[in-house]
C-alpha cells in the first residue's frame, strides 16, 4: 500500500474505532464486568434505584475510596478523588463517569441504605481499553526446493495483551504471533489474514500469495507501474516533437 493509501486506511479505522458505542449499561446482576473504549462517556447501573424507597446511596471505587453519594432530598457530595470532576448521578442510582480513562479501570461498588436501614451492594468490575493498532504481516519466504517454500510469517503491532487469530484457505492455522508454514503446488494458501484483538476493538492485516513462493503486489504497486507505462510514451513524445 502506498503511504498516502496506507494514511487514508488509519484514519477510516481510527473513524470506525470511535463510531463504536458512546454510552454502555452494565447490565444488574451482582458482579459484572464491563469492557469499554478509553475516551467514551460511560454509564454504570448497579440496580435500577425507585426514589422514595431508599434514604441514601454512595459510589465506591477500588473498594474502600468513595467517589459520590446521594442523601436528603436529592442532594450528591463528590469526595477527593481522581473521578470528581468527571462524575454525576442520577436518582435511580446511575453513576455517569465523563471520558473514561484506562486509569479509570477498577471495582465500582453502590452501597444502598433501604428507607427499612437495610444495606444492599452492587459491584461492577470496569475495564477500559485503547482500541487496538493497527497489525502488519511481515513475511519471509525461503525456497526449498523447485517450488516448495518454507514460509514466515509474522503479526506485527505496537500493542500488548492483544489476542492473535489468523485466517487462510488452506485450512486450520496455529493462534500465534508468528506462523512458519511449508507451500506446496498441491497445498498453499492464497492469502493468509492475521486479526489482533482485545476485548473492544479489532484490526487486521492480509498478504496473498500467487504461487507456493510468490507474494502478490500491493495494489499500489500495481497503481504506479501502470503510471510508469502511460507517462514513458508521453514524455518520449514530448521531446521528439
Ligand atoms: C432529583 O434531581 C434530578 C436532576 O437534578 C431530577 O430529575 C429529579 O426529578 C429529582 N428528584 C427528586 C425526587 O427531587
Ligand atoms: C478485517 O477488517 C475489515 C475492516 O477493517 C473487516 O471488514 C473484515 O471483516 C476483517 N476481517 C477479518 C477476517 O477479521
Known amino acids: 500500500m502506498s503511504p498516502r493509501h496506507w494514511e487514508c486506511f488509519l484514519t477510516l479505522q481510527l473513524l470506525l474505532c470511535l463510531f463504536l458505542e458512546t454510552s454502555v449499561q452494565a447490565p444488574s446482576d451482582s458482579a459484572s464486568e464491563l469492557n469499554v473504549i478509553a475516551g467514551h462517556n460511560v454509564s454504570l447501573s448497579g440496580t435500577t434505584l425507585v426514589p422514595g424507597n431508599y434514604t441514601s446511596f454512595t459510589w465506591i471505587y477500588a473498594t474502600d475510596q468513595k467517589i459520590i453519594e446521594w442523601y436528603g432530598s ?4 463528590s469526595f477527593e478523588s481522581e473521578l470528581r470532576d468527571r462524575v454525576h448521578l442520577d436518582d435511580q442510582g446511575t453513576l455517569f463517569i465523563n471520558k473514561v480513562q484506562k486509569k479509570d479501570s477498577s471495582t465500582y461498588t453502590l452501597q444502598v441504605l433501604w428507607v427499612g436501614g ?7 468490575q470496569l475495564q477500559v481499553h485503547d482500541c487496538v493498532s493497527q497489525p502488519t504481516i511481515r ?26 487469530t489468523w485466517f487462510g484457505n488452506s485450512g486450520p492455522l496455529p ?10 503446488p498441491e497445498k498453499y494458501s492464497k492469502f493468509y489474514t ?23 503486489h500491493s495494489c499500489g504497486a500495481h497503481w504506479s507501474a501502470a503510471w510508469l507505462l502511460i507517462t514513458v510514451p508521453v514524455v518520449l513524445s514530448f521531446l521528439l516533437a
Open 194 to 216: 492475521c486479526q489482533v484483538s482485545n476485548p473492544v476493538s479489532s484490526k487486521n492485516d492480509t498478504t496473498n500469495f500467487i504461487s507456493p513462493c510468490t507474494l502478490a
Open 118 to 124: 437495610e444495606e444492599q451492594e452492587w459491584t461492577i
Open 74 to 77: 436529592n442532594e450528591t457530595k
Open 139 to 164: 513475511v519471509e519466504v525461503e525456497r526449498k526446493e523447485k517450488s516448495t517454500c518454507r514460509v514466515k510469517l509474522l503479526c506485527e503491532t505496537q500493542d500488548q495483551h492483544v489476542k492473535y
Open 175 to 184: 493462534q500465534d504471533k508468528a506462523l512458519e508454514i511449508t507451500h506446496t
